[in-house]
């Protein structure tokens, strides 16, 4: 039977009635939870993991804050954590540029903050409340959010196992072409906190005690997160690791947290929370996608801990292992395309060459094995003059040589953007001396004194038959976006394309759109595309990104192959099995929160081909490990014309699990298949593809 409380009140302000909000409790259903309603009160208490419980007083009177009491406690011993807070969210409003020549919604190349754009406060009226169960989560949506041509709710989402809870304002507009920005937090009504905390840059412990009048100021930190320290614990407060942060060409560190008073002179009162730059990196800065209809999901998390600051950083950091990706036994990390330009910028400046260069560290830092460089992206001279070219990759095969080791390997490539159209990266399995330019009077092929042998490439069918004979590897830099817009599309008919040399695509979080539980959907609807154009291709990670520092926020902004290969080639003797298991589909792409040690459909593997039996009927088996809870599981297949989606329900997980799974499903018909994972943070992982044949 349907429970719905009707909360009768009769309150008058100036000569306007209104009536108490209503609240629904019908798609309430036992999943450990509890849900109970006093007037205007509703209280969620949740079980949070190691014998604790999460307790939170949510009031739906105007004249108060909505978080009357967040607690946490052990049977029927409850610690008030904080008390008289309110969400607080800052949407800002810019203009999307369209052009289909720049890609559309897919831009990249925009200047958003070059054109008129202003900030709003998320006036929350609190006008009536509904509460769902989702498996293990626990849902209560607050109707009556909007800013400027936004309108909403305000969701709180709690997730049994963790005392974690999600705060999000939920926001649709009908207006085209719009841009968005989105900062937000938690306010105080009463009483301050005790202390603020952070980790700065160089993983050191910060605190600071509060006072009314602090002026709001903005926060370098690390791990993203900002905390609020009382006697009886403490509350980090943090956003999405990934998702939270819009594609830029650098990975600054932009002051990502924020805590005082008259936040952006929008938010009255003495607050804490996150923050994103309008101006980015000041180079091309699309801020999120907008589509008019859709769903923006602007929210954050928050984590509870009976303990200090300190204790409620390290709960947080399990979430991203610390900002590094895991080890995986018989896999190995692989991250691609950086444009650092140590070779130009260092080795051939006339500098001092650090023995260990702060940009490896970093590198090493976040549990990277394999690196693969995009160098001469703007500096060096990739189309000669000799002298200058050959010099230029001389330096940058000794520097990687010099700096990996029996654990990393950095490997020398380059964003080559000559040839083929558009841009694309370049990959040999061993130190390869090439030019790509050639005068007519020039062999292809000859002999140097110095360097030994020397390409010199003029045209599309020479930069294939270079890669045939290096057994080299070449794939789409950011597929139909950036310098690539129109691409691999435009030559997807071209035999050079067709080639076994040509891998495929590359995926970063292009664009970047919150009204998606996923990060950008575009290059995997590429690969899928791929694959119905009959061709076997796959696609990698990239991190596309420039400097590469301690101070930067890097985590934020990377992406990984998991390679599957027990150890690393050693640099002397070439990195053949690196781009064999590139070649062969190998591997799994993940954020890092999300991971896959293992994955077959009816025994076969990734990049193998399955032969379907008559009744069609197969059984996929995915393990996945996790650290926030999983949201759902995709299996995607094509037949040629067609891509079809078969979504599995993952919401009955809790945070930092490990399962295999298997799910039976019908392939008649289909010719290829793969399979995603997304947890509640749009943090996720990705096979390639295991081709069908009848």
Same mark, same amino acid.
């Given at each position: 039977?349907?429970?719905?409380?009707?909360?009768?009140?009769?309150?008058?302000?100036?000569?306007?009635?209104?009536?108490? &909000?209503?609240?629904?409790?019908?798609?309430?259903?036992?999943?450990?939870?509890?849900?109970?309603?006093?007037?205007?009160?509703?209280?969620?208490?949740?079980?949070?993991?190691?014998?604790?419980?999460?307790?939170?007083?949510?009031?739906?009177?105007?004249?108060?804050?909505?978080?009357?009491?967040?607690?946490?406690?052990?049977?029927?011993?409850?610690?008030?954590?904080?008390?008289?807070?309110?969400?607080?969210?800052?949407?800002?409003?810019?203009?999307?540029?369209?052009?289909?020549?720049?890609?559309?919604?897919?831009?990249?190349?925009? #200047?958003?903050?070059?054109?008129?754009?202003?900030?709003?406060?998320?006036?929350?009226?609190?006008?009536?409340?509904?509460?769902?169960?989702?498996?293990?989560?626990?849902?209560?949506?607050?109707?009556?959010?909007?800013?400027? #041509?936004?309108?909403?709710?305000?969701?709180?989402?709690?997730?049994?196992?963790? &005392?974690?809870?999600?705060?999000?304002?939920?926001?649709?507009?009908?207006?085209?072409?719009?841009?968005?920005?989105?900062?937000?937090?938690?306010?105080?009504?009463?009483?301050?906190?005790?202390?603020?905390?952070?980790?700065?840059?160089?993983?050191?412990?910060?605190?600071?005690?509060?006072?009314?009048?602090?002026?709001?100021?903005?926060? *370098?930190?690390?791990?993203?997160?900002?905390?609020?320290?009382? &006697?009886?614990?403490?509350?980090?407060?943090?956003?999405?690791?990934?998702?939270?942060?819009?594609?830029?060409?650098?990975?600054?560190?932009?002051?990502?947290?924020?805590?005082?008073?008259?936040?952006?002179?929008?938010?009255?009162?003495?607050?804490?929370?996150?923050?994103?730059?309008?101006?980015?990196?000041?180079?091309?800065?699309?801020?999120?996608?907008?589509?008019?209809?859709?769903?923006?999901?602007?929210?954050?998390?928050?984590?509870?801990?009976?303990?200090?600051?300190?204790?409620?950083?390290?709960?947080?950091?399990?979430?991203?292992?610390?900002?590094?990706?895991?080890?995986?036994?018989?896999?190995?990390?692989?991250?691609?395309?950086?444009?650092?330009?140590?070779?130009?910028?260092?080795?051939?400046?006339?500098?001092?060459? &650090?023995?260990?260069?702060?940009?490896?560290?970093?590198?090493?830092?976040?549990?990277?094995?394999?690196?693969?460089?995009?160098?001469?992206?703007?500096?060096?001279?990739?189309?000669?003059?000799?002298?200058?070219?050959?010099?230029?990759?001389?330096?940058?095969?000794?520097?990687?040589?010099?700096?990996?080791? /029996?654990?990393?390997?950095?490997?020398?490539?380059?964003? /080559?953007?000559?040839?083929?159209?558009?841009?694309?990266?370049?990959?040999?399995?061993?130190?390869?001396?090439?030019?790509?330019?050639?005068?007519?009077?020039?062999?292809?092929?000859?002999?140097?004194?110095?360097?030994?042998?020397?390409?010199?490439?003029?045209?599309?069918?020479?930069?294939?038959?270079?890669?045939?004979?290096?057994?080299?590897?070449?794939?789409?830099?950011?597929?139909?976006?950036?310098?690539?817009?129109?691409?691999?599309?435009?030559?997807?008919?071209?035999?050079?394309?067709?080639?076994?040399?040509?891998?495929?695509?590359?995926?970063?979080?292009?664009?970047?759109?919150?009204?998606?539980?996923?990060?950008?959907?575009?290059?995997?609807?590429?690969?899928?595309?791929?694959?119905?154009?009959?061709?076997?291709?796959?696609?990698?990670?990239?991190?596309?990104?420039?400097?590469?520092?301690?101070?930067?926020?890097?985590?934020?902004?990377?992406?990984?192959?998991?390679?599957?290969?027990?150890?690393?080639?050693?640099?002397?003797?070439?990195?053949?099995?690196?781009?064999?298991?590139?070649?062969?589909?190998?591997?799994?792409?993940?954020?890092? *929160?999300?991971?896959?040690?293992?994955?077959?459909?009816?025994?076969?593997?990734?990049?193998?081909?399955?032969?379907?039996?008559?009744?069609?009927?197969?059984?996929?088996?995915?393990?996945?490990?996790?650290?926030?809870?999983?949201?759902?599981?995709?299996?995607?297949?094509?037949?040629?014309?067609?891509?079809?989606?078969? #979504?599995?329900?993952?919401?009955?997980?809790?945070?930092?699990?490990?399962?295999?799974?298997?799910?039976?499903?019908?392939?008649?018909?289909?010719?290829?298949?793969?399979?995603?994972?997304?947890?509640?943070?749009?943090?996720?992982?990705?096979?390639?593809?295991?081709?069908?044949?009848?």
């Amino acid at each position: 039977m349907k429970k719905i409380l009707l909360i009768c009140a009769f309150f008058c302000c100036v000569d306007t009635f209104a009536q108490a &909000p209503l609240v629904d409790l019908s798609d309430v259903k036992k999943n450990g939870a509890n849900v109970t309603i006093n007037q205007k009160l509703i209280t969620v208490s949740w079980p949070a993991g190691k014998g604790q419980t999460g307790k939170m007083t949510l009031d739906l009177n105007q004249k108060n804050p909505l978080f009357s009491s967040i607690q946490l406690g052990k049977g029927k011993a409850f610690k008030e954590i904080t008390a008289g807070l309110d969400p607080a969210f800052v949407l800002t409003v810019g203009k999307r540029t369209l052009s289909p020549n720049s890609g559309g919604w897919d831009v990249f190349f925009d #200047r958003v903050p070059k054109k008129p754009y202003q900030s709003y406060a998320v006036n929350i009226d609190k006008r009536s409340a509904k509460v769902t169960t989702n498996g293990q989560q626990t849902i209560v949506r607050i109707s009556g959010a909007h800013a400027d #041509r936004f309108d909403g709710a305000i969701e709180i989402t709690y997730y049994n196992g963790s &005392p974690l809870f999600n705060v999000a304002a939920v926001l649709s507009t009908h207006i085209d072409s719009t841009a968005i920005l989105y900062d937000a937090g938690l306010v105080n009504k009463k009483s301050l906190w005790k202390s603020m905390a952070w980790a700065n840059v160089q993983d050191e412990m910060q605190h600071a005690t509060p006072s009314a009048g602090d002026a709001s100021k903005n926060i *370098e930190v690390k791990y993203r997160t900002i905390i609020g320290e009382n &006697p009886n614990g403490s509350l980090a407060l943090f956003p999405a690791p990934h998702q939270y942060f819009y594609p830029l060409d650098e990975a600054f560190n932009l002051k990502f947290t924020w805590y005082g008073k008259d936040y952006h002179n929008l938010i009255p009162g003495f607050g804490m929370g996150i923050r994103q730059d309008p101006l980015g990196d000041n180079r091309y800065v699309p801020w999120f996608n907008a589509p008019p209809g859709t769903q923006q999901r602007l929210n954050f998390f928050c984590l509870l801990e009976e303990g200090n600051a300190e204790k409620a950083l390290q709960e947080v950091k399990a979430f991203t292992h610390g900002d590094a990706y895991k080890p995986l036994p018989g896999f190995k990390t692989m991250s691609t395309h950086f444009h650092n330009e140590f070779t130009t910028q260092v080795a051939l400046s006339g500098k001092p060459i &650090p023995e260990k260069p702060e940009f490896v560290d970093v590198l090493k830092k976040h549990g990277l094995n394999i690196v693969k460089l995009a160098e001469f992206h703007g500096p060096g001279h990739p189309k000669g003059p000799d002298g200058e070219r050959l010099k230029e990759l001389q330096s940058l095969f000794e520097q990687t040589k010099r700096l990996s080791d /029996a654990n990393f390997l950095l490997l020398p490539g380059e964003e /080559a953007n000559n040839f083929y159209g558009g841009h694309w990266l370049a990959f040999f399995p061993k130190p390869v001396y090439w030019v790509m330019s050639r005068k007519a009077e020039e062999p292809f092929v000859s002999e140097n004194p110095t360097y030994g042998k020397v390409y010199h490439v003029g045209n599309s069918a020479e930069m294939l038959k270079l890669l045939e004979l290096e057994k080299g590897l070449a794939w789409t830099a950011h597929a139909r976006t950036k310098g690539s817009t129109g691409y691999p599309d435009a030559y997807k008919d071209e035999s050079f394309f067709k080639s076994e040399t040509f891998l495929g695509a590359a995926w970063k979080a292009i664009p970047a759109d919150l009204s998606i539980p996923t990060l950008s959907q575009r290059v995997l609807k590429l690969g899928d595309d791929m694959a119905n154009w009959g061709l076997k291709k796959h696609v990698i990670s990239e991190a596309d990104v420039f400097t590469i520092t301690n101070q930067n926020e890097m985590y934020a902004h990377l992406n990984v192959n998991y390679l599957e290969m027990d150890k690393l080639p050693d640099y002397s003797e070439g990195w053949q099995p690196v781009l064999d298991v590139m070649r062969k589909g190998r591997f799994f792409v993940s954020t890092g *929160e999300v991971v896959i040690p293992a994955f077959s459909i009816d025994g076969k593997k990734s990049g193998e081909t399955l032969s379907l039996n008559k009744s069609g009927k197969v059984l996929v088996k995915m393990q996945l490990d996790w650290t926030f809870p999983m949201n759902y599981a995709e299996i995607v297949s094509g037949d040629g014309t067609k891509i079809y989606r078969e #979504r599995i329900n993952l919401n009955n997980t809790q945070a930092f699990g490990n399962k295999v799974f298997s799910w039976p499903v019908n392939l008649t018909g289909r010719k290829w298949v793969r399979v995603e994972a997304w947890d509640i943070a749009a943090n996720g992982a990705f096979t390639q593809m295991i081709w069908l044949q009848p």
